[in-house]
């Protein structure tokens, strides 16, 4: 059974950093993209980064370029986002999703196959 499962969020000053997992099982991430995505209370779900496994080219939303980095370990199957410079605004569930071969950037998460089931990050002093 393929399933994505994320993990590494919490609770962190301003200025922060957390790393976030995706850990696939079931499939192999080899001829996917990998995608984060995020929902704050009250707002539409946002693509914040996307990795494409077979050339391991790399997406960003603006708000997060500079400050967030996608990478993927395909020995272990997991895929990272290392947030660096957190701020108050990226509190929102984190979540990643994967899609055969690749979709469009900025994402649409209609196109995503699997998803996991998020991961809490609160920014907050």
């Known amino acids: 059974q393929e399933k994505l499962v994320e993990s590494g969020g919490g609770l962190v000053q301003p200025g922060g950093s957390l790393r976030l997992s995706c850990a696939a099982s079931g499939f192999s991430l080899d001829h996917y993209s990998i995608g984060w995505f995020r929902q704050a209370p009250g707002k539409g779900r946002e693509g914040v980064s996307c990795?494409?496994?077979?050339?391991?080219?790399?997406y960003y939303a603006d708000s997060v370029k500079g400050r967030f980095t996608i990478s993927m370990d395909t020995g272990k199957n997991i895929v990272y986002l290392q947030m660096n410079n957190l701020k108050p605004e990226d509190t929102a569930v984190y979540y990643c999703?994967?899609?055969?071969?690749?979709?469009?950037?900025?994402?649409?998460?209609?196109?995503?196959?699997?998803w996991g089931q998020g991961t809490q990050v609160t920014v907050s002093s």
């Open positions: 990795i494409v496994t077979t050339d391991n080219s790399t």
């Open positions: 999703a994967a899609v055969r071969d690749f979709a469009r950037w900025p994402p649409d998460g209609k196109d995503y196959e699997y």
